[in-house]
């Protein structure tokens, strides 16, 4: 059977006081006399008494949370952001409530229903791959708490947003690998309907215009960037009559599943064909080659991202316009390319 939920009430009635008593004992009252303070967090304890955070929330108006949203946490990136967010806010006394959406956006839906339930103070967001309706994101708005996105976000919820430029990130890689002697070079992007993933594809077909290299469309493919998705788009890509002597890939993890099917092939990396992801993950570093990669400073994306929320939520009334922080990215150049 499921243990009743200890309440001030309880605590009253063991101690035959009133349970406005207790609260203020519990809030450490300087109304309140320090026998009885003492006796009310003794049975407090004996009781197993846990404050209603929630019905706290809704009687101040405020409750020291934070809702973070971001696709996955196995990232080390959004893993990075992560703690960034939470040492800042921590330091202001704040908590964060960590949620993820899996790239889906029923999920992330979902996720959004439960902090506004939570009656958070504020959230900070990276969008799932699927977001395409922003009807949640406004849900948010229209409760008037802020709400910062990072990395992946759109300009026309007219929030704040923190990130990288990759739209000249891409150029740079592109740049890079021309330098390297490439001339026939292959992107694996993420979704066009996701605007970094957008600007990263607009980044390479640019590039390659500008540096006069054949524009072939199978040298552009969409995908979710998973591992096992870098596995299958660089098996189409190895399968074409004229296959790519670069491939510049919008995500480590893809990147790495690419890198995996290469050595299974037998294909020298990069003597064959050059290799480049973005992300900087721990593993690039790590893998035989190593993998060239994109910093994308998610130290200081994360405490930009707090630091932006502790300057919102202290507006009253809360006004929110686009607002964006661009950072430039930095290549990382490693074996494999």
């Known amino acids: 059977m499921k243990k009743k939920r200890t309440t001030i009430k309880d605590i009253a009635n063991v101690l035959n006081i009133s349970p406005a008593a207790v609260s203020k004992a519990l809030h450490d009252d300087s109304r309140i006399s320090a026998k009885t303070k003492a006796a009310v967090k003794r049975v407090a304890k004996e ?12 009687r101040k108006g405020k409750s020291n949370l934070v809702g973070v949203i971001v696709p996955r946490t196995s990232s080390n990136f959004f893993s990075s952001v992560i703690q960034n967010i939470e040492e800042v806010l921590n ?49 948010i ?25 990759d739209y000249d990130s891409s150029f740079m890689i592109v740049e890079h690998l021309i330098s390297k002697g490439c001339k026939r070079i292959a992107h694996i992007g993420g979704f066009r309907h996701t605007r ?20 072939d469309d199978d040298l552009l493919i969409e995908s979710s960037l998973t591992m096992e998705d870098g596995r299958l788009k660089m098996q189409e890509l190895l399968a074409l009559e004229n296959p790519p002597d670069a491939v510049y890939i919008a995500g480590d993890y893809a990147a790495l599943g690419a890198l995996q099917l290469l050595k299974e092939k037998n294909i020298d990396v ?23 990669s994109i910093n994308q400073h998610s130290e200081q994306i994360g405490q930009l ?31 494999s390319s």
């Open 91 to 139: 330091r202001e006394g704040y908590n964060i409530i960590i949620t993820q959406s899996n790239e889906s956006f029923k999920k992330e839906c979902s996720n959004i229903d439960t902090l506004l339930f939570t009656q958070v103070d504020g959230i900070i967001a990276s969008m799932a791959n699927e977001t395409v309706d922003l009807s949640y994101y406004e849900k």
């Open 47 to 58: 009781l197993n008494y846990q404050p209603n955070h929630l019905a706290s929330a809704l």
């Open 270 to 292: 990069p003597n064959d064909i050059c290799l480049v992801g973005f992300g900087n993950e721990p593993f690039t570093s790590l893998v035989t080659p190593t993998i060239t």
């Open 196 to 215: 970094i993933f957008n600007n990263r594809i607009r980044g390479y077909i640019d590039a390659i215009h500008r540096y006069n290299l054949p524009h």
């Open 305 to 335: 991202a707090a630091k932006t929320f502790l300057e919102r939520v202290k507006m009253d009334p809360l006004k929110q316009t686009l607002n964006k922080i661009i950072l430039d990215a930095a290549l990382i150049e490693r074996d």
């Open 141 to 165: 708005k229209s409760k008037g708490i802020p709400l910062i996105l990072f990395d992946r976000g759109e300009n026309d919820l007219n929030v704040d947003y923190i990130g990288i430029n």
